[in-house]
């Protein structure tokens, strides 16, 4: 059962554009959502975390938009660049029965910017 | 401060042997995430661990276990692979406190089943 729903797998993007990655999620328990980055050959690091009290938040060029009665949130990266290409996950995170953060990841999206 | 150390880094072993990862956390970090991370699938959580007691799995099967020591440490075992297990195995840890808390990752163990 996959939990939160990513799109798309794959992107591309021109140099100077906008990319966006859009995710869905089903549990409404859910508090936290944050976005990884993932360069070949390192493990994902945290780019930017939202929680639902917010509809928007921004660092850099980097924006997370967050519609909680959708159950919707999605990264925008403005101005690519092509140090930007990486894998992207979103996540959402809560707590499970016994008390503990769990974190669920989305299938990830391969971008791409070229020049 | 030291990242998530992940040993080794690539691993190739035969179907149905059996193996073993590590994994260190930051120095503080309790709690200790174990994933799996295939092209197809994404990153798909496996267990964690946190005062030595697993608290959350996944669904995976029981060929997949785990452990944590009293330093926090961890180890992953899959006993009888499958060419399908073949895939990159990250670690994440955490500081537990109150709220939700960032995971930092390893570089994770390429493991490949022959």
């Known amino acids: 059962q996959q939990q939160v729903k990513q799109s798309p797998q794959s992107l591309i993007v021109q140099k100077g554009g906008i990319s966006i990655i859009n995710c869905a999620y089903e549990?409404?328990?859910?508090?936290?959502f944050p976005w990884y980055q993932q360069f070949p050959g390192k493990g994902p690091a945290l780019l930017i975390a939202?929680?639902?009290?917010?509809s928007e938040k921004k660092e850099g060029r980097f924006t997370i938009s967050f519609n909680k009665s959708a159950k919707q949130f999605s990264l925008h990266i403005m101005d690519s660049q092509p140090g930007d290409s990486a894998t992207y996950f979103c996540a959402a995170s809560g707590l499970n029965s016994g008390g503990y953060q769990k974190v669920t990841f989305g299938i990830g999206t391969k971008l791409q910017v070229i020049p | 401060k030291a990242g998530v150390t992940q040993t080794p880094r690539y691993l190739i072993k035969t179907r149905g042997q059996q193996v073993t990862l590590s994994c260190s956390p930051i120095s503080g970090h309790r709690s200790v995430s174990w994933y799996q991370q295939t092209p197809g699938q994404g990153l798909q959580f496996l267990f964690e661990y946190f005062s030595e007691t697993q608290r959350n799995k996944g669904n995976f099967p029981g060929r997949f276990s785990g452990r944590q020591f009293s330093n926090s440490r961890s180890e992953m075992n899959v006993s009888t692979l499958e060419l399908g297990d073949s895939a990159l195995y990250l670690c994440?840890?955490?500081?537990?406190?109150?709220?939700?808390?960032?995971?930092?990752f390893g570089q994770g163990t390429r493991l490949t089943v022959v």
């Open positions: 994440a840890s955490r500081f537990i406190g109150t709220g939700n808390t960032e995971a930092f």
């Open positions: 939202i929680r639902p009290d917010v």
């Open positions: 549990n409404t328990a859910f508090d936290y």
